[in-house]
């Protein structure tokens, strides 16, 4: 079953501007992680925000949880075209085994 | 550095075929190994996830199996694929225990004809 729901589905900006994607979850977590996935690529892990952490920054990602509302949001700040990709945020569940489920992503296209 | 290897990139099988894909993880031990499938434009499916050799727990059931029969060789295998099979299939570690990020590899891309 899916934990993790991505909004919007797809997004499209110029370059310059900030994206702005949202993931909410279901059951408690112990942390929560942000992937990029470049078409036909496998994933890459960009962040992780630990379940009793509130905000994360790294280079131009920032990223917030609010465990009270089960959700995360991943800002890009002044986006570049080669941000163009996939984003999937993934929680792990409060067993701490290590298994990590996905939520279906968000497309970002940004245009030069 | 750890690595890790997954072959063949792509893959094209008549329904009814066998399938095995290949996964290994290099310079780490005792590595979390994971199966995820990704249907085109969707989210990951996990499939199977392994603690250790001979400890893996199937997510969903299905005509697929997995192996491990080393510490750092994960194995998908099929005896008969669907058409429903087709997909992009991904192998990934993490260090054991919990807070460790998943390290993918670059897939495999099926298609069931």
């Known amino acids: 079953s899916q934990q993790g729901e991505e909004d919007p589905q797809a997004l499209s900006i110029q370059e310059g501007e900030n994206a702005t994607m949202n993931c909410s979850y279901k059951t408690s977590i112990n942390n929560l992680q942000w992937y990029r996935q470049n078409s036909g690529r496998g994933l890459v892990h960009l962040i992780l925000i630990r379940s009793n952490e509130r905000e994360k920054h790294s280079g131009r990602l920032r990223v917030t949880l609010d465990t009270s509302k089960k959700s995360s949001s991943l800002l890009i700040t002044a986006s570049r075209a080669a941000d163009t990709a996939s984003y999937f945020c993934a929680t792990d569940g409060s067993g701490n085994t290590g298994k990590l489920i996905f939520g279906q992503g968000t497309t970002l296209q940004v245009k030069p | 550095s750890q690595t890790i290897h997954q072959w063949p990139a792509t893959l094209v099988q008549p329904v009814g075929s066998p399938l095995s894909l290949e996964c290994t993880v290099e310079g780490t031990s005792n590595p979390n190994l994971y199966w995820y499938r990704q249907a085109a434009g969707r989210g990951l499916q996990l499939l199977f996830y392994?603690?250790?050799?001979?400890?893996i727990s199937s997510e969903v059931p299905q005509n697929l199996s997995a192996s491990r029969p080393q510490d750092r060789q994960f194995i998908l295998s099929s005896k008969k694929l669907l058409l429903s099979d087709s997909g992009f299939y991904l192998c990934?570690?993490?260090?054991?225990?919990?807070?460790?990020?998943?390290?993918f590899g670059n897939g495999t891309r099926l298609t069931v004809t």
């Open positions: 990934a570690w993490s260090v054991r225990g919990g807070d460790s990020p998943l390290h």
């Open positions: 392994s603690i250790g050799i001979d400890q």
